[in-house]
């Protein structure tokens, strides 16, 4: 079974995805942020 042995052991790519995908998260809800803020001036 190699696929828990994957999961128990925290790969450090497994790590960096998590980053990344923390990070996009943020970004998108900066942009979300921004959309709605500039939706609301053009309104």
Do not use: F, V
């Not at 900066?30 to 053009?42: D, E, F, H, V």
């Amino acid at each position: 079974m190699p696929i828990l042995k994957y999961r128990t052991q925290p790969s450090p790519s497994r790590e960096k995805k998590k980053k990344t995908l923390l990070h996009l998260q943020g970004l998108i809800k900066l942009n979300a942020g921004g959309i709605t803020s500039n939706y609301m001036k053009n309104q």
